[in-house]
């Protein structure tokens, strides 16, 4: 059993050196030189001069050598800080002074974008460039340049346990700064080994990578494949027919994604020798339509739906088998193996059949608490509920923020995220309630709901929709629909059109942005 993070690799290659790890555009490595690569990046980023648990910030496109810089690092006792390419360099400095990253590893072309960042790095003193470009030319002189194809044994690391930190995954909160959540050794192995078993992972997998790896279900796809010895390819596609055609060259037969990534892999044909070979899809960030799904399930028919659910905090939490997809496709299943899930009450009780609570999630996936951050880590890291009072130490569970209900037989169901919640009329709205029914009604694509300021109700229901493929935006028949199948309190009372709906850089579809933009100052409103 690995207890360390960068032992998935070495594990995998004790096993079976020649079975392939990595494929990435016409490239493919096996485990034994993955395992070889990293050995080398981890002893030469010793060499620069880092400390314990010194902060490593990747930013680069998806490529081997952002895999081989997380294992590394963390093989040298330090703490890799996945940066997700699409960040702009104004958010690149939030982060890494924020963690204050003391290494970056880059292109140069990336490296080029960041002259006015840089000089605000001050914790920074190395950059290894991953490509032959010429390093920029207004460095500040503290910053040494290093060559990733350069380093060599230079040094040994730090000694790490499996309680030690070994990443720092920044949220893409819609207000306020990214957060950085913080992983140990022992939650990245344990969610390895958690998500793999119930995929049923083995060597002759071939996962698509398609997720940010700066995202958690994207990183989530490398630590399964590692745990299993699968392989991986990469990709980073620019359109959804790149990811068929990824699909088909590779065999692969497992692909993630989030709801708004799988609206528009179900819009384009895909050809059969893309499906055949395809076992599983699985659906995170958000939930799932009927119509999306069944879309999905007639384009791959050979392939299992997993319908996850998850938070950074503790990388997955729920997933529902594919033999309840049919019985329970609202559902976001139950826990995963080695975690607790629990639905707990304002008043703190643990609720029953039918009452909505507070998704709160124990076990070993639970991470280590926000970076710098102990206000926000106090609401989101609490006692778990029925703690010992013999024990003087309480364990620490994350209070997600979600509520959800059970039914009669132990199975979860959404409700709403509780800073989401629409308050209207009196009422309590989910706001995913009223999406499905309007993401059923065929008349979108893609649909998001809000509450906007209201003096008489408080709040009144908005949405904000993709009509579909050629076709226009229809107001009154959204509306007809929502009325024949909602409470009035419950129906929009306007729908508003766009070409698209805005992404954060994790692929989710960003609410409030969306909901300023056609909605600034709704009529009614008391702002």
């Given at each position: 059993m690995a207890d360390l993070f960068h032992r998935l690799v070495e594990r995998a290659a004790a096993r079976a050196p020649d079975a392939t790890a990595l494929l990435h555009k016409e490239t493919a490595l096996s485990y034994g030189m993955l395992d070889s690569e990293m050995r080398r990046v981890a002893s030469g980023l010793a060499g620069l001069g880092l400390g314990p648990r010194d902060r490593v910030g990747i930013w680069l496109e998806k490529r081997p050598e952002m895999v081989i810089s997380m294992f590394a690092a963390a093989a040298a006792g330090l703490v890799f800080v996945p940066l997700n390419p699409l960040l702009l360099p104004h958010q690149l400095r939030h982060i890494m002074t924020d963690c204050n990253v003391r290494c970056l590893v880059t292109s140069s072309a990336r490296l080029a974008q960041l002259g006015d960042v840089l000089?605000?790095?001050?914790?920074?003193?190395?950059?290894?460039?991953?490509?032959?470009?010429?390093?920029?030319?207004?460095?500040?002189?503290?910053?040494?340049v290093e060559s990733f194809a350069a380093l060599t044994d230079a040094a040994e690391g730090h000694r790490a346990i499996d309680t030690d930190m070994t990443a720092i995954l920044y949220t893409s909160g819609s207000t306020g700064a990214p957060k950085g959540v913080v992983l140990?050794?022992?939650n990245l192995v344990a969610g390895a080994e958690s998500v793999a078993t119930?995929?049923?992972?083995?060597?002759?997998?071939?996962?698509?990578s398609i997720l940010?790896?700066?995202?958690?279900?994207?990183?989530?796809?490398?630590?399964?494949?590692?745990?299993a010895g699968a392989a991986v390819g990469l990709i980073d596609y620019l359109l959804p027919r790149d990811v068929a055609r990824a699909a088909a060259r590779w065999g692969a037969t497992?692909?993630?994604?989030?709801?708004?990534l799988?609206?528009?892999?179900?819009?384009?044909?895909?050809?059969?020798?893309?499906?055949?070979?395809?076992r599983y899809f699985t659906n995170t960030g958000g939930h799932m339509s009927r119509t999306l799904l069944e879309k999905l399930r007639g384009i791959c028919p050979g392939a299992a739906p997993y319908l996850m659910y998850g938070l950074t905090e503790a990388f997955r939490s729920t997933y529902l088998p594919p033999a309840d997809i049919d019985s329970r496709p609202d559902s976001i299943g139950k826990a995963i193996p080695n975690a607790e899930i629990m639905v707990v009450a304002d008043d703190g009780h643990i609720c029953g059949p039918g009452e909505e609570g507070e998704l709160v999630h124990r076990g070993a996936l639970v991470s280590m608490g926000y970076w710098n951050d102990p206000a926000r880590t106090a609401e989101r890291f609490r006692p778990a509920p029925g703690h010992e009072p013999a024990l003087p130490l309480p364990e620490m569970a994350v209070w997600s923020g979600d509520t959800v209900r059970l039914d009669d037989d132990g199975?979860?169901?959404?409700v709403g995220r509780r800073d989401d919640m629409i308050k209207t009329s009196g009422y309590r709205v989910s706001p995913t309630e009223v999406e499905e029914i309007i993401l059923n009604s065929g008349y979108v694509r893609e649909a998001i709901v809000a509450g906007v300021p209201d003096v008489v109700l408080g709040q009144a229901i908005v949405a904000v929709a993709v009509p579909p493929h050629g076709g226009d935006g229809d107001e009154k028949a959204v509306?007809?629909?929502?009325?024949?199948?909602?409470?009035?309190?419950?129906?929009?009372?306007?729908?508003?059109?766009?070409?698209?709906?805005?992404?954060?850089?994790n692929g989710k579809i960003d609410r409030k942005a969306v909901v300023a933009a056609h909605f600034p100052q709704d009529e009614g409103s008391d702002t």
């Open positions: 000089p605000a790095c001050a914790d920074l003193h190395s950059v290894v460039l991953v490509d032959d470009g010429a390093p920029a030319e207004d460095l500040p002189e503290r910053i040494g140990s050794h022992r119930y995929l049923e992972n083995t060597p002759d997998d071939v996962i698509l940010p790896l700066s995202f958690d279900a994207g990183l989530s796809q490398i630590t399964t494949a590692c745990y497992g692909i993630g994604g989030v709801p708004p799988w609206h528009q892999l179900a819009a384009i044909d895909w050809p059969e020798e893309a499906v055949r070979s395809l199975y979860l169901y959404f509306i007809d629909v929502c009325r024949s199948r909602l409470p009035q309190y419950m129906v929009p009372r306007s729908v508003a059109f766009a070409t698209d709906l805005p992404r954060n850089p």
